[in-house]
């Protein structure tokens, strides 16, 4: 009933190119800020984009300039395109949603504060080739 599906990932030559999507299933579109982590073997777990209702976006420093996050509210879908891929970004990306809200009004977790977010999906695989 509340199901994140993320689909794009696979296997590409180093400098090649993947998109990613991450669609929010109804039980899971009430939803202010979604974004991507990534993981690898012996690591944490680490925040690669995230993107909220409105637009605002941040990136983790290693991928701005390649890495670009949107969105389809109407089909409480978004977006990870990876450009000039290299080995480095191999890992397993994950899609994750926040619904906090503050006495400011809703808000989108730091990447650091991965409890802060409520809904995960099971993960793709990005495979780079080098």
């Known amino acids: 009933q509340v199901q994140l599906v993320e689909s794009g990932g696979g296997s590409v030559q180093a400098g090649g190119s993947l998109r990613l999507s991450c669609s929010a299933s109804?039980?899971?579109?009430?939803?202010?800020?979604m974004a991507w982590f990534r993981q690898t073997p012996g690591k944490e777990r680490e925040g690669v984009a995230k993107i909220d209702r409105t637009g605002q976006t941040t990136y983790a420093e290693s991928v701005k300039g390649r890495f670009t996050i949107s969105q389809d509210n109407t089909k409480n879908t978004v977006y990870l395109q990876m450009n000039s891929l290299d080995y480095e970004v191999s890992a397993m990306y994950y899609c994750a949603t926040s619904a906090r809200t503050s006495l400011a009004g809703p808000y989108c977790p730091p990447f650091t504060s991965r409890d802060e977010f409520d809904h995960w999906g099971q993960g793709t695989q990005v495979s780079v080739s080098s």
């Open positions: 109804e039980g899971a579109a009430t939803y202010y800020c």
